[in-house]
């Protein structure tokens, strides 16, 4: 027995010895899943690591950074609590613990977090920009002003800190300094989304309403599928008395975002007015059922089924709006009139007393009461995205409609459909195809198996190695810089790629590759650049962004086009380059040369389901819906489940 005993004692110290020399490895592939946005598998590799070693800060910060971009914010803020009190100079963990803390409107606690950070590393401006943003929010405009102008110090090129500056500003009702810090912004981006919106905000509260909508109209320019633009637009339309127009507008927001209930809520007000009432009472229903606690909803369905001679439902909803919220005089009093109408005379006349009592006590202490009390308040006005927040939870915006991606090399084992049917056309094809499989890469829009950051340096130092004595050096320097754009070094990719063009200039996948490469460059930096709290770690802990906008402008999608039209003049019927260019033109939004690419792809071949799914994502984008619904339905028929969402929200009519 005790020799049996010993044996299993052996046998278990083995696997914790084997999983603590494998530590390392599950960190990089946790890492490399994380950087892949594959949240759940890198929660995974870091579970095993915590398993092994519980005192170790990094896997814990980590994972909360997987459990934040899964909208998990009680799991990631527990995270790195825990990643702090292991290693409690962590900054990065205070750091994300307090935009963690933001999402959860732990105002007070997330100011804590930047103010211990700003001790340990006061010369990064985007912790006091978060401490400005956990001022404002707690409306300390004053203290909110000093940390943008204490981030403005450190980098005079921070957008973020000028529209949020702006924004404080504008809260403080410095409406002129706010216009100011918005044009600096734009300065800096002209396609800054965040400041337009808040821009038209501005300009519509100023009455200049063609100005506030030039913003929003701009905003629909740059994202043809931002909801918010449309629900701010529809405000403007409402105010100039183009009720229509305002519904329409509305309309889109909630194709784009069918959950959105301010959307939803503003539509059936606006229905209302134009006597559509039973629809304004299915969107007040859709409002009710996503947010089951909003007061207004029952009461302006309340409203309009007495309108309407629904004295039983009227009278539901104003109860369900006193059981909410006891001290909601007016729902008092429209019950009142309902059970006038119902012949309830007692009843009719204690909801009058208890609505008057509520009213006297409300002039006594008008302060402490909430604003549902006051009779004088219209209950069937128009939310806007400045006095949302108090009744509207938002969307889930992870939702979005996003087009299919470039084709490209990638790891894996089973190349795309659609070049096994080029390889079996054209020999050099499948000479090509084979070259490239040997070393694990193969042609796909979606990279399916995520390689260890290990692994790829691994493999980047052997084709180094085997570069002098490599019959075919174009070949290896085009294979090493893929594996280094995996990496995210773009730096050395595109140096690599170069030397390969040098030594074959004819040679339509080095093209193909420096196209592909330099897209993604330009796409990673502005992801790294956009405003909207996404928590990202560099894979290699380690930041080559200086070097790459030194090296060349990252906004200049033109090089990319030149590398895949190259592309296309040496090999036509290589068709993936023509794609490429399809999703270029897209992301600049020239619209009408996309669609002309897309044109070219189809006909060359018609089962090519991501382009007819593009296409039809343009054309919606142009409001040419119609065409844009048709190839949605062949790219669902030919196999893009996605198709079917676009449909839904789209094509309905």
Known sequence: MKKI???????????????????????????????AQKYNDAIDAFNIVIKVKPKLADPYFLRGIAKFNLADYMGAEQDFTKAIELKPNHTDALKNRGIT?????????????????????????????????????????????????????????????YFYRGLAKHYSEDTLGALNDYDKALKIDSEYVPVYINKGILYSEWHKYDSAKSCFSRVIEIDPLNASAYINRSLVSYYQEKTQIAVHDLDTAIQIEPDNSLALFNRALLKNELKQKRDAILDLDKV???????????????????????????????????????????????????????????????????????????QKNKESYASYTDTSDNFRNLITLKSSNRFY???????????????????????????????????NMEEHKNIYAEYGLVIKNKNEEVMSIDSLKIKVAALENNYKSSQNKYQ????????????????????????????????FLAYFCRGNIRSEMIDYIKLLD????????????????????????????QYVINDFLKAIDLSPEFIFSGFNVANTYLKTREYKK???????????????????????????????????????????????????????????N
């Open 288 to 362: 009710i059922q996503l947010n089951p606690q909003n007061i207004l909803s029952y009461f302006n369905r309340g409203l309009i089924k007495q309108e309407i001679d629904d004295l039983q439902g009227a009278f539901i909803d104003f109860s369900r709006a006193i059981e909410i919220y006891p001290d909601f005089a007016k729902a008092y009093i429209s019950r009142a009139n309902v059970r006038q109408q119902l012949n309830d005379i007692q009843g009719a006349l204690a909801d009058r007393q208890r609505a008057e009592n509520i009213i006297a006590t409300v």
């Open 594 to 652: 996309a669609i002309t690419w897309y044109n070219k792809i189809i006909k060359y071949d018609n089962t090519f389901a991501e382009a007819y799914y593009n296409r039809g994502l343009t054309y919606i984008y142009l409001k040419q819906n119609e065409n844009g619904c048709m190839d949605m339905s062949k790219s669902g028929e030919l196999g893009i489940q996605n198709a079917y969402v676009v449909i839904g929200r789209f094509c309905e």
């Open 530 to 557: 956009q405003e909207n709290d996404v928590l990202l770690i560099d894979p290699q802990q380690q930041s080559n962004i200086k070097t790459i906008k030194e090296q060349e402008s990252y906004t200049d999608y």
């Open 5 to 35: 005993l010993l044996s299993i004692l052996f046998f278990l110290f083995s696997l914790i010895s084997l999983a603590q020399l494998n530590v390392n490895y599950y960190l990089s592939v946790g890492r490399g899943k994380l950087y």
């Open 101 to 161: 803390r933001i999402n959860l409107k732990k105002y007070y606690l997330a100011l804590n977090d930047f103010n211990q950070a700003i001790k340990l590393y006061a010369i990064d401006p985007e912790l006091y920009v978060f401490r400005g943003l956990c001022n404002i929010n707690i409306n300390h405009y004053k203290q909110a002003l000093y940390d943008f102008n204490q981030s403005l110090e450190i980098t005079k090129q921070n957008k973020k800190a």
């Open 393 to 427: 939870n938002h969307p889930n915006y992870n939702q979005r409609i996003e087009p299919e991606g470039n084709f490209a090399f990638t790891t894996g084992k089973q190349n795309s459909e659609y070049f096994e049917k080029i390889a079996a056309l054209h020999d």
């Open 476 to 507: 290896n320097l085009i294979q090493t810089a893929l594996y280094k754009s995996y990496l995210k070094n773009y730096n050395g990719a595109l140096s690599d790629l170069d030397l390969a063009i040098k030594l074959k200039s004819d040679y």
